[in-house]
C-alpha cells in the first residue's frame, strides 16, 4: 500500500514538471516557426524590391531610347512651323513632360518603399500578438489584403515607368490643342497611380486599427502618413508658358 502511495505521490510530481516540459517545447517550436516564417517574409520582400528596381532599371532604358527617336521625329516636325519661339516652346514643354514623369516615378518608388516597411512592421507585431496567444486572424486577412494592393501599386508604377509621353503636331494653328493633350494624358495617368498608392496606404492602416483591437494601441505606430506626403511633394503639372 505504501509502495503504491509513493508511486502515485511521484507521479504527481514527474506529471507537472512532463507537461512543463511540452509546453516549452511546443514553445520552442512555435518560436522557431514564427522566426522562419519572418525570415521567409523579409526574403520575399527583398526579392520584390530588387525585381523592382532592376524593371524600373531597364524601363527607363527603353525609354530614354524611345523618347530620343520620337523628339528627333518632332524636331523634324517643328521645322514646319514658323514662329522660332512657338517651336522652341514646344521642344521645351515636351522635355519638362518627360522629366515630370521621371521625378514622379522616384516619388513613387520611394513611396512603394515606405509601405514595404509599413506593412512588414505591422505584420511582425501581429506575429508577437499571436504568439502571445491573441487572436491575429482578422489581422492577417487584413495585411493580406494590403499586400495585394501594394502589389497593384508596385505594378501600376512598373508600367507607368513604361510611357513615354510626345507632343504630336497637328499643324501650326492646333499647337495649343496639341499640347493640351499630352499635359492632360500624363496628369490623368499619374493621377490614377497616385490612387492606388493612396489606396494601399489606406489598406495599410486599415490593417493597423484591426491589429489595435487585439493588442495596445499605443504600441505600433508605422508612419503610414509619409506617404501621402511624398506621392503628393511636388505638382506634376507640365504648364509653362508657350
Not at 52 to 73: H, M
Not at 171 to 197: A, F, M, P, W, Y
Not at 203 to 228: A, M, Y
Amino acid at each position: 500500500m505504501k509502495i503504491i502511495v509513493a508511486t502515485i505521490l511521484g507521479l504527481l510530481f514527474i506529471l507537472p514538471t512532463y507537461a512543463a516540459d511540452v509546453d516549452r517545447q511546443s514553445f520552442k517550436e512555435e518560436r522557431q516557426r514564427i522566426n522562419q516564417q519572418r525570415q521567409e517574409q523579409m526574403a520575399e520582400l527583398r526579392k520584390k524590391s530588387e525585381e523592382f528596381k532592376a524593371s524600373l532599371s531597364q524601363k527607363r532604358n527603353e525609354v530614354k531610347d524611345i523618347y530620343k527617336q520620337n523628339k528627333e521625329e518632332l524636331r523634324a516636325k517643328l521645322t514646319e512651323i514658323k514662329d522660332t519661339k512657338k517651336r522652341e516652346a514646344v521642344e521645351r514643354i515636351n522635355d519638362n513632360i518627360a522629366k515630370v514623369n521621371s521625378l514622379a516615378i522616384i516619388r513613387f518608388e520611394k513611396a512603394l518603399g515606405l509601405l514595404d516597411s509599413a506593412i512588414q512592421k505591422v505584420t511582425d507585431k501581429t506575429n508577437k500578438a499571436g504568439d502571445s496567444g491573441k487572436d491575429v486572424s482578422s489581422v492577417l486577412t487584413a495585411i493580406e489584403k494590403a499586400r495585394i494592393s501594394i502589389n497593384s501599386a508596385r505594378l501600376a508604377v512598373s508600367e507607368q515607368a513604361g510611357k513615354v509621353y510626345t507632343i504630336t503636331i497637328t499643324n501650326e494653328n492646333g499647337l495649343g490643342k496639341d499640347v493640351s493633350r499630352v499635359r492632360q494624358e500624363l496628369h490623368t495617368d499619374l493621377s490614377l497611380v497616385k490612387d492606388k498608392i493612396h489606396e494601399a496606404n489606406k489598406e495599410i492602416k486599415l490593417s493597423l486599427n484591426s491589429l489595435r483591437l487585439v493588442i495596445d494601441p499605443k504600441s505600433i505606430e508605422p508612419k503610414t502618413k509619409d506617404v501621402d506626403a511624398i506621392t503628393n511633394s511636388s505638382n506634376d503639372d507640365s504648364s509653362e508658358d508657350e
